[in-house]
Nanobody, 121 residues
Framework: QVQLVESGGGLVQAGGSLRLSCAAS????????MGWYRQAPGKEREVVAMTRWSWRGYNSDYADSVKDRFTNTRNNARNEVYLEMNSLEHGDKAIYCC????????????WGQGTQVTVSS
């Protein structure tokens, strides 16, 4: 059974930093995509950062709103992915969910339970 457990959310002042962690189990995570989505109140879920696997290696993509502020890294040896968030803004307030995407003939997505990030003035 695949499980994703996030940690690291909380309350931070605007301009501050937070680091989210996601510990995964139940699957070989070397050749899958791992990253983060978020959903703010009244808004649709959006992808924040995703590190995708291909035979060429790993490549990370970011939402335009977080480029140069957020960094997604993964530790395959520990089956963990991290989202380093700097220069946080009010618009970053959301529930952040870890995502693992397994590509193939029948793609599968796994999700964590989510962790709240709140940015105060």
């Amino acid at each position: 059974q695949v499980q994703l457990v996030e940690s690291g959310g909380g309350l931070v002042q605007a301009g501050g930093s937070l680091r989210l962690s996601c510990a995964a189990s139940g699957l070989t995570f070397t050749n899958v995509d791992m990253g983060w989505y978020r959903q703010a109140p009244g808004k649709e879920r959006e992808v924040v950062a995703m590190t995708r696997w291909s035979w060429r290696g790993y490549n990370s993509d970011y939402a335009d709103s977080v480029k140069d502020r957020f960094t997604n890294t993964r530790n395959n040896a520990r089956n963990e992915v991290y989202l380093e968030m700097n220069s946080l803004e009010h618009g970053d307030k959301a529930i952040y969910c870890c995502n693992v995407h397994v590509d193939g003939a029948e793609p599968v997505d796994y999700w964590g339970q989510g962790t709240q990030v709140t940015v105060s003035s």
